[in-house]
């Protein structure tokens, strides 16, 4: 049977993780706020606009040397055109200017700021969750003195 310091401690607990779970929470909304910001900042580069044609035209013209019949294994095809574009290099050496053309400029004003904070945020984190008190002991039920009888 639980008794009432055991139902506190119960709830002291669930309470301290349903706040751990909404500052998570809230973490990784910002998070996604950051990469969706970075996301988008690559689409619009040249870089990635040049290497989005490229490919493009290297699938195009992939496919159109293929001869289409109905019984196709398409997981195969699928799979030779992937070949085919890693093999080209033009995924590389896109991928390349776009990191340095998007993430190099941002690396030290945006991107280590944003990484260091996150650390320190879950360094203090695990510091806390290691040195949060327990909830005070509950003290020993003791039954109320007696009343004396005094022989008056």
Known sequence: MIDGFQTRTILYEQLLSMQMVCISLSKIRSRQQFLSKSVISVIVTPAYQNLRQKVDNFVSTHLDKQEWNPTMN?????????????????????????????????????????????????????????????PPPEPENKDPPAPSQDAS
């Open 74 to 134: 398409k997981n195969q095809l699928r799979n030779g055109l992937r070949q085919s574009v890693i093999q080209s290099g033009m995924l590389e050496a896109g991928v390349d200017r776009i990191i340095s053309q998007v993430v190099d400029p941002k690396l030290n004003h945006i991107f280590r700021p944003q990484i260091e904070r996150a650390i320190h945020e879950f360094l203090a984190a695990q510091k806390k969750e290691e040195s949060v008190p327990a």
